[in-house]
């Protein structure tokens, strides 16, 4: 890069010509995280001492959670990124996809997935509401509006040695996720959620938002190129900035440790959904007036990085560079230093990048007709600087240049080559005897935290405000809504990940999270059109977990291309979105289990042809898909019934899984599928007694495990989680089902039937199993979650 | 705000012309119109209690000068609990906070819910928002609050709700039965009341959601009785998917009460 000089007086961070240790010192000093060779190469690309604001903006732009620098590289060797319906890919706030054409216009869906997984552990109720308030704004900035989230958690044991902790932080993740969303007026279409050990001490919190924007109006981060030729301010909007979240990114690509938990706690921000709503309303009268102009702007979130990173992407994208006066950014506290101002991570702010001609109708829009500073005491929209030409990034503080960098060289971030070695896994397979009273067992079995009724959380969320939803989380396998009003067009999204089975095997684990995504869409009718994923990993340091991360991608990018895109031979389900988490472990330095969450986004012509999980009418044939295999390695029945993991992970047979996919996509657009559920977790008979326990009526079900084909022992029949569907069909519609699944090569099994009388039957031949009232069942299923909570 | 938008889409589905009016607008014009709808989600971040500081806003203070003079006005969700701080309903002694809005409070469950419950509507022909639902009708429509136990100290206010129909909508199975128990009165509310209007009967203050429920597309296929029925047949048929929900209803009164 080029020299570029700062002012005499401004402090810098003296490397050159010391030690290591005094490197190391000086960093400490001003509580960076940098490795010292880091430093060094910061000193290379300066060509000088950087000052103290340049060394904290390079400390959190190198850092894992802003740079990808252990992940990038693998990132873009095995993930499917490319189809036709991609409109934009990874690399900035969101991914966009398109969705449909009505009245002649085009409209696109907007997709935004990431983690915020230590501030919810440090302060959960925080930390889980700016999860929210974060991706939303991702969503937002690219013009779009955000008409749904979901949230996939993952707790610790709430029945464990760290049980107490764990259920505080359960509850009160929850809360903060009612609390922020449901105030912020976006539906919240469920997600999932997990518990296991491994999160004892690092919950995950991965949330997921949604928007939709017409083609012609998406909005790119990047500053317009015109604005090197033309005259364009900087302008920043929203909250008064304080301290809060100062250092955030670095906290998230650290360790967690207790003991610095007081110190982290300033590193989670605090959110407002009241004042995000009425931002969002500003923003969409703000973006009316630049489109009724004819525009082009660039409109970027602050979160990570705050002002230093939204800026200078903004401007490093395009080639440009920006003069930035500090002394005009609205503070909360007037003591704040130059390094916080620019670093912190305030919540709900924008920053603008406006041609000057507009710039004070713009302000007026925010500070004058939606009044933003009565609303909110500091906030406002103001002028913090210019896009300049000449691709410096300046930053202005008492007169000085306390930054002068090349934009370009602030974000192409670095990369650092990890170690790894094969993870390796000891489970063997048990040999036991299935329980003398499989009834009983299935009624303890349905009130264990990961087999129980979703519905005690689920039922905090506001799943309707918006009018839009169709389908409810908890009701399908997938969340369904009409995004477009008028249109008949549905998305159903869902989102995976079950963390036994990247225990034993990541390779598998990541392969399944796809897979399973992609079933829950299809239940209901969807094609996959689009999948994002976020990956929750231990510290990138430790070989074997390196090892795991990798195994993990490529079970994921075999996945997304092996079950191409229904109609597209050979297009992959692209990943549009995502991002990585690492160093999540806690004090005894033990990593969560490899963590892959994947969440799958699907269209559907004409959403009145959605289905739905529950029964529907006495008589009915119930078909199931997908042979039943001595997969019960990381399965429910094995942690429940032998508190062990086994070996025998399932696998997902590409050709096979893709075939039922599209299959009862088809199925279900042809109407002849009257309920639909997938098979993973809890296995056959889980899904079974959910769409029995789904169902008001009286109804229920009679199955045989002797239809079903193999060697296998009837409670492993019941059990695995080889995948696979569930179908009801009514009689009438027999024929026309097995015909269509011949044309696809599937071989649906008859189980039994759907029965008039609130009944769960299932026989082996003559020889009853399980016969149980649905009542007793459902009163158990609905209640154990709660007692996983309080 | 935040339900403002669906809410306009449902008014201008039962055929009403229906704006948005931001909160620092000049309350002078709001003369100008026929009936008020203050919608549901949150206003000043529900601090004290939810609505208790709209209640005291410019606007509602408009709004309580044309409640008087016979103007129809329904409070939803949020908008109800603002109507409840501001003495509008149920309006026994004028100028007086009568009712409250506590917490959920069961024996099943307690806190902020979101879901489907059904609704029983005996006297339609007292309110403005009920006059096009049949006697006796069961409406099944999505509640989401933390807040909605309507509760009084005031011995006339419970005997105005039971003798007088001044409870519009009731919790109810989903036979229509009335009933005190979770999960049927989801929130413990005073008389299973849904709802509370005014004597008069054109300020109305509702906790279900009808704007969530004006097209049969909302309605969940596991609701019982006709609309969960209705939706289930309804399976693959876009036309009679965006046909009338059981909230349109609240909608339709009011376009005849207007005309």
Partial sequence: MRESSLDSEVKTLRIEGVSDEEVR??????????????????????????????????????????????????????????APNVLLGPGEDAGIIELCTHEGERYSLVVAHESHNHPSQVLPFEGAATGIGGIVRDVYCMGADVVAVMDALRFGDPDGANKNKVREVASGVVSGIWQYGNALGVANLGGDVHFDSSYDENCLVNVIAIGVVKEGEIERSAVPEEAGMEDYDLVLVGKPTDASGFGGASFASDVLDSQEWGESRSAVQVPDPFLKRILAEANKRMLTLVHSRGLKIGFKDLGAGGIACATSEMVAASGLGATIDLEK?????????????????????????????????????????????????????????????????????????????????????????????????????????????????????????????????????????????????????????????????????????????????????????????????????????????????????????????????????????????????????????????????????????????????????????????????????????????????????????????????????????RSAVHFVIEAIDGGIVASCHDISAGGLVLTLAEMSMASAGSLGVDVDVLAIDGPLRYDKKLFSESSGFVLEVFPSEEE??????????????????????????????????????????????????????? | MNCEYETQRALISSGLDARIFRWNLDVSELSGFDAFILPGGFSYQDRIRAGAIAAKDAIVEEIAGLAGRGKPILGICNGAQVLVEAGLVPGLSPGQVEMALGPNRTDGRSGYLCTWVHTRVSEPHRTAF???????????????????????????????LREEGMAPFLYCKPDGVVSDEYPWNPNGSLSSAAAVSSRSGNVMAMMPHPERAAWLSQVPDRIEGPWGRAKREAKGNLLRMKEAGPGRKIFDSLKRFLS
């Avoid at chain 1, 950087?50 to 959190?60: H, K, L, M, Q, W």
């Avoid at chain 1, 869902?494 to 796809?514: E, F, Q, R, T």
């Avoid at chain 1, 011949?742 to 199993?769: D, I, K, M, Y």
Wanted: charged share 20%; hydrophobic share 40%; proline share 7%.
């Fill in chain 1, 736 to 790: 026309k089902f097995r015909a269509a699944a011949g044309q696809h090569n599937v071989r649906p099994t008859l189980l039994g039937v759907v029965t008039g009388e609130p009944a769960f039957r299932v026989r082996e031949g003559s020889r009853p199993l399980i016969e149980l009232s649905l009542g007793e069942m459902r009163a158990r299923w609905e209640k154990g979650l709660e007692n996983s909570l309080a």
């Fill in chain 1, 329 to 657: 950014v609205p503070l909360d506290d007037p003591s704040l230093s130059p390094e916080v101002i620019v670093c912190s991570e305030t919540q709900e702010r924008f920053a603008l990048a406006v041609p000057s001609s507009i710039t004070s109708q713009v302000l007026r829009i925010y500070n004058e007709e939606y009044e933003l500073p009565f609303i909110y005491h500091g906030a406002r929209a103001v002028v913090i600087g210019k896009v300049t030409g000449d691709g410096n990034y300046v930053l202005q503080w008492g007169g000085s240049r306390v930054c002068n960098v090349e934009a370009r060289t602030i974000t192409s971030g670095i990369s650092v080559e990890r170690r790894s070695v094969e993870a390796q896994v000891s489970e063997t397979e048990p040999e036991f005897s299935p329980p003398q009273n499989m009834g009983s067992f299935l009624l303890e079995f349905l009130v264990s935290p990961n087999a129980s009724s979703r519905r005690p959380v689920f039922s905090f969320y506001d799943c309707e405000v918006g009018g839009r939803t169709v389908v409810r989380p908890g009701d399908a396998d997938a969340g369904v809504f009409a995004p477009v009003d008028g249109s008949g067009v549905g998305v159903a999204v869902a989102a995976d990940g079950v963390p036994s089975y990247g225990k034993i095997s990541p390779y598998w684990g990541g392969a399944l999270a796809v897979a399973e995504a992609m079933r829950n869409v299809a239940c209901v009718g969807a094609t996959p059109r689009a999948l994002s994923d976020c990956l929750n990993f231990g510290s990138p340091e430790v070989p074997e977990v390196f090892y795991q991360f990798e195994e993990t991608l490529k079970g994921i990018g075999d996945c997304a291309r092996a079950i191409w895109q229904k109609g597209l031979p050979g297009v992959p389900v692209p990943i549009v979105t995502g991002n990585v988490s690492f160093y999540n472990e806690g004090d005894s330095g033990r990593a969560v289990a490899p963590s892959p969450i994947v969440a799958c986004f699907g269209l559907m012509e004409d959403y009145s042809k959605a289905v739905t999980m529950s029964l529907k009418e006495s008589g009915s044939l119930l078909f199931l898909l997908g042979a039943r295999l001595n997969e019960l390695g990381g399965s429910l029945y094995f942690q429940e019934l032998l508190n062990c993991l086994g070996k025998n992970v399932p696998r997902v047979r590409f050709d096979e899984e």
């Fill in chain 2, 130 to 160: 009920t006059c096009a639902v049949e006697p006796g009708e069961v409406l099944p429509l999505p509640i989401a609050h933390a807040e909605g136990r309507f509760l009084t100290l005031s011995s006339e206010v419970v005997r105005a």
């Fill in chain 1, 25 to 82: 010192a000086g960093l400490d000093s001003l509580g960076l995280r940098l490795t010292v060779p880091e430093a060094r190469r910061l000193f290379e690309l300066l060509k000088r001492n950087p000052s103290r604001v340049e060394a904290t903006i390079f400390d959190i732009m190198w850092s894992e959670h802003c740079s990808y620098k252990s992940s990038k590289r693998l990132l873009q060797k095995y993930l499917p990124t490319e």
